[in-house]
């Protein structure tokens, strides 16, 4: 899971960036809907989480 969470390569196309998998936009998404937070609420749970884990991973922004 570590290594699937961003995606290293960009596509070279212009406009918005993939940075996020698709497993780190669904994990946000399951969290979400399995806690019922909010978009702010769960990207700050899962930053608390990352953070206690000791686990350096970018977190998705709670508008992407």
């Keep these: 899971m570590l290594e699937q969470w961003v995606i290293p390569n960009f596509s070279g ?6 940075f996020h998998s698709d497993l780190a936009i669904c994990t946000m998404t ?3 809907a399995v806690y019922k937070l909010a978009g702010r609420q769960c990207q700050g749970f899962l930053e ?3 953070e206690l884990m000791e686990i350096d ?3 998705l922004d709670h508008s992407t």
Excluded: Y
Aim: charged share 20%; proline share 7%; no cysteine.
């Design 48 to 50: 608390s989480i990352l």
């Design 13 to 18: 196309k212009s406009g918005a960036l993939d």
């Design 57 to 59: 991973l970018p977190v």
């Design 30 to 32: 399951m969290l979400k």
